[in-house]
């Protein structure tokens, strides 16, 4: 079974940079599939922030991309985001997700989400 | 960018039939997929690619995709199915991902 399990600081400074990690079980980072991170403020829909392929490959929203920055972790199965400059705006829930199939569409499994807040 | 719309809500009796749409420019020439999401839960995918449905999602989730709109259809709606549901594409114009904006299913 495929779990995604997201981890984070919780809590960061306006300005700092937002490091956030998604551990995956039963099932491996590198095979034929893109990783998602896709994010929710509080009352709102869903924000779709960038996609990576285990080679490297990134999509990122273009409205975010001067700031985000996504890994593979090949050696750990898991994924990484990090978003700089963070904002107020930045206070939402953040999901890592398993694209359909090996290329860019939905997404299947998702992490139960961790909830981060921008303060001052 | 490619812009996807939805109603805020929806409300229908148990037993009936929900239809929740997904306004965009030729959605029919992609692929939709769409959501579902309980308070306080992670969002679960339960139609993919305009129609299909993962393994253990009912049979009463259908979904449809012509013009500039998508529908998901929910028969014989139960109290269960109360929830947001957000329909996706994914726009190879401009090479990312776009959600519509949510509808919050309320069964009465």
């Known amino acids: 079974q495929v779990h995604l399990q997201e981890s984070g600081p919780g809590l960061v400074k306006l300005s700092d940079t937002l490091s956030l990690t998604c551990a995956v079980s039963g099932y491996s980072v590198s095979s034929d599939h893109w990783w998602a991170w896709i994010r929710q403020t509080p009352g709102k829909g869903l924000e779709w922030i960038g996609y990576i392929y285990p080679s490297g490959s990134t999509y990122y929203s273009p409205s975010l991309k001067s700031r985000v920055t996504m890994t593979v972790d090949r050696s750990r199965n898991q994924i990484s985001l990090k978003l700089t400059s963070v904002s107020l705006v930045d206070t939402a829930m953040y999901y890592c997700a398993r694209s359909i199939g090996g290329a860019v569409r939905g997404v299947d499994y998702w992490g139960q989400g961790t909830p981060v807040t921008v303060a001052s | 960018s490619y812009v996807l719309t939805q109603p805020p809500s929806v409300s229908v009796a148990p037993g009936q039939t929900a239809k929740i749409t997904c306004g965009g420019s030729?959605?029919?020439?992609?692929?939709v997929h769409w959501y579902q999401q309980r308070p306080g839960q992670a969002p679960v995918l339960v139609v993919y690619?305009?129609?299909d449905r993962p393994s253990g999602i009912p049979e009463r989730f259908s979904g449809s995709n012509s013009g500039d709109t998508a529908t998901l259809t929910i028969s014989r709606v139960e109290a269960g199915d109360e929830a947001d549901y957000s329909c996706?594409?994914?726009?190879?114009?401009?090479?990312?991902?776009?959600f519509g904006g949510g509808t919050r299913l309320t069964v009465l």
């Open positions: 996706q594409v994914w726009d190879s114009s401009s090479y990312q991902a776009v």
């Open positions: 030729d959605i029919e020439t992609k692929s």
């Open positions: 690619d305009d129609g």
